[in-house]
C-alpha cells in the first residue's frame, strides 16, 4: 500500500495541471499543419503525440471513474493547438472534480481496469495516480521538444517555478 494523503495527491495535481496549462498556452499556437508535419520521436507528428497527450488524460480520467474504454478518443485532424488546448481544459476540470472528491477510502484501495489491449489489471489507487502525474512530466518533456521544433517558445514548467509561485 502507497501512504499517500489527499494533500499531497492535491498539491501533485495542481502541479500537473498548471505545467501542462503552460505548455497548452504556448501550443495554442500551432496550426493543424504544423501539427501533422512528420516529426521525430515515438508518435510521428505533433498531431498523434497530443491525441496521447489528452486521450490518455481522458482515458486515466475516465479508469479513474471505473470505465475502462477500449481505444484511446480520437479528435478532428482540423484540431490545431487551440482546439487541443480546450480538449485539454475539459478533461483537466474532470480531474479536478474528481481529485478535490476523493476520499480516504479510494485513495487507500486499489483499481482494477481493463486497458486498451483488454488486458485486467489492478493496482493500489494512489500508485495509479502518482503515476499519472508522472506521465504528464514525460510528454511535457516531448511537447516542448515539439514546441521549439515548430519555433514556438516552450515555458518552463520547472516544479520550483510552481512552489515560487503559490508563495504569497
Known sequence: ??????DHIQRLFAFHHWATDRVFDAMSAATPEQLDRKWGGSFGSGRALLRHV??????????????SAKSV?????????????????????????????????QLDGDLTYTNIKGETWTYPFADILIHCANHGTYHRGQLTHL???????????DYLMFVEGRKG
Open 1 to 6: 500500500m502507497t501512504n499517500v494523503n489527499k
Open 54 to 67: 489528452v486521450g490518455v488524460e481522458r482515458l486515466w480520467h475516465d479508469r479513474w471513474k471505473g470505465q
Open 73 to 105: 478518443p480520437e479528435f478532428p485532424a482540423t484540431h490545431g493547438g487551440k482546439a487541443f488546448r480546450a480538449e485539454w481544459e475539459s478533461v483537466k476540470k474532470d480531474q479536478q472534480r474528481f481529485i478535490g472528491a476523493l476520499t480516504p477510502g
Open 147 to 157: 514546441l521549439r521544433d515548430l519555433g514556438i517558445s516552450a515555458p518552463s514548467t
